[in-house]
């Protein structure tokens, strides 16, 4: 099995702030991941796959990185909406996802 | 745009079978997606629990496979969840979601909260 961990578990922020967030996977998933935004009471919500392709309709200060191991989600100018919590997910052999990463204010 | 919703018990007794149905609307389930089923225990992170496609052919979580089982029905666009032998750890909110072929999964129903308790 595949596992993902996410970090930070929390993490504390202000609006207009740059934030990253980093994925690992326990062995290469090559660049088959996607991330994933989930607000308090809602369905998660699709934001990138493929390591780095944005889904259509995401701002543009999302950005995804990385390949094999290791991997990043940043957010450039976090807005007031962006308080939420993130999870990354492998789909190289079944799926798998990370633990999730709360950001929340500051 | 698809748009997906589960039906089924919100409360199942312990030892018992946990049912769920989800409807597909706005699109087809026999297009070339794979159909998922995702869970979330109460303030905790998310669970692959399995999925199919309108073939039928399924894919599911080692950790569940001895207990799950997941079929389509074609003709009226909806796929289930079969969650046997429940205790109360499978106590979540439950989720369809449409997979897309290479593995991410791109739309996903409202969930539905499933609590086993006598």
């Known amino acids: 099995d595949i596992q993902m961990t996410q970090s930070p578990s929390t993490l504390s922020a202000s609006v207009g702030d740059r934030v990253t967030i980093t994925c690992r996977a326990s062995?290469?998933?090559?660049?088959?991941l996607a991330w994933y935004q989930q607000k308090p009471g809602k369905a998660p919500k699709f934001l990138i796959y493929r390591a780095s392709i944005l889904e259509s309709g995401v701002p543009s200060r999302f950005s995804g990185s990385g390949s094999g191991t290791e991997f990043t989600l940043t957010i450039s100018s976090l807005q007031p909406d962006d308080f939420a919590t993130y999870y990354c997910q492998q789909y190289k052999s079944y799926k798998t996802f990370g633990q999730g990463t709360k950001v929340e204010i500051k | 745009q698809v748009q997906l919703q589960e039906s089924g018990p919100g409360l199942v007794k312990p030892s018992g079978t946990l049912s769920l149905t989800c409807g597909v609307s706005g699109g087809s389930i026999s297009s070339d997606n794979w159909w998922s089923w995702v869970r979330q225990p109460p303030g905790k992170g998310l669970e692959w629990i399995g999925e199919i496609n309108h073939s039928g052919t399924t894919n599911y979580n080692p950790s569940l496979m001895s207990r799950v089982t997941i079929s389509v029905d074609k003709s009226n666009d909806q796929f289930s969840l079969q969650l046997r032998s429940v205790t109360a750890a499978d106590t979540a909110v439950y989720y369809c979601v449409r997979g897309i072929l290479e593995g991410f999964l791109d739309s996903w129903g409202r969930g539905t909260l499933v609590i086993v308790s006598s």
């Open positions: 062995q290469s998933i090559s660049s088959w």
